[in-house]
């Protein structure tokens, strides 16, 4: 199969090489929920503009960590229409005095205000589900846009520190290059995003995590990648299953995955191949980066694979403790047998498992182990935005710099 797939992310936006004003290329194939009756009653409810039905359908399909982008897309689509505004107000203070959950369709309301540049009514609803509503659409809105709506939110309730971390954190994106014109899709399984300039650096494989992201959305990280000059691929595994199976656009296992990447890197005659993973996807980069002989692979707090038994139950904090050291073992034993060029491992200092990792590979040549003190979050790559040391990581991984320059 990886060889269909790798053929459309070459072909699909032009050959290799030329971009003629187009930035990606998707293939979706894998997606977590597949289209179903809820699309077509969706479709219908926006045919006859029904728009209560069509919210409370949004509600029920897209809340939390449920995906479903054919959906969002149509939703989103009909907070675009001139005549929603008005109608998902009232549902939204009737949901709200109803007590029914009504995240998505904060969100979806807040999209309609930002369409046309018009101040939301905060009285809608309270502080907690506006900021609800906001990390809902963190991963889809623009940086730009996510500022401008949580700016307003922001004045109003001071007290949402998390509100304010969005908003700091949006406002810290680079812009975006001109011609640049990639917009992720969560359900996405490959992406490849060419850069849109002259004389790009390389290919950079992003590993994403657990909930599809590299710590913080892809709408953001690409900012950075593309103005160090990157084709970028970025690679989910949408079953949440630490990639034993590798990315299903590509096959059923992670030689599959190794063999598209090497496909898809001389197709777009990139000779310089960097690897970046984050949580889930570290250690998969880790391996990838070393089998592909990259000369730069960046893992950002890694994590062994402690998912829950095939009877569904989760494994106590001891025994993913125990994991994660059987997992050191082998991955520090695979590390000894040569690292092709320089492998960062990134963790935060007061954060057990991670350090578990990084303990065990020090000193090994050609790694390094790089602690940010006093952290205990997991999430490496949004404190890295959020202290203004985050381009640093893709001056490195291009080549830009010799020393990735994190610490003090």
Known sequence: MFQETVEKLLNQPGRSGSWRGRARSVVTLGDV??????????????????????????????????????????????????????AAAGDLKDAASARRPCVVRAALYLVACLAIRRQPDLSLVSPLVWTASLRWLFDYLEPEALRAA?????????????????????????????????????????????????????????????HGRMGIPLNFIDRWAQQAGFHVLYLRDLSQSHYRQGVSAFGETMADTRQAIGAIAQGLGCRHVA?????????????????????????????????PRPDGSRLTPDEKLAVTREETQRLSGELRQGVPGWLAYLYGSDNDRDSIIAHAIMGIPGVEAMTLSKLNRHNIDFHLVMTGRYHRTFDWLARHAEDIGLLP
């Open 33 to 86: 929920v597949p289209n179903g009756p809820e699309i077509e009653a969706m479709e219908g409810f926006l045919a006859q503009r029904r728009f209560a039905p069509a919210l409370k359908l949004a509600e029920r399909n897209l809340s939390g960590e449920r995906r479903n982008e054919t959906l969002r897309l149509l939703a989103t689509r009909m907070a675009l229409d001139p005549a929603f505004l008005e």
């Open 150 to 210: 949580s700016h307003v939110i922001c004045t109003r309730y001071p007290e949402q520190r998390f509100l304010r971390r969005l908003h700091d954190a949006a406002s810290l994106v680079p812009a975006r290059l001109d011609g640049d014109r990639f917009t992720d899709r969560l359900d996405a399984a490959a992406q490849l995003v060419r850069h849109v300039g002259e004389g790009p650096s390389g290919l950079l494989v992003c590993f994403c995590g657990f």
């Open 275 to 307: 690897f970046y993973g984050s949580s889930m996807g570290g250690l998969v980069a880790i391996r990838a980066g070393i089998a592909l002989g990259a000369t730069r692979i960046l893992c950002a707090a890694g994590t062994a694979d402690v998912a």
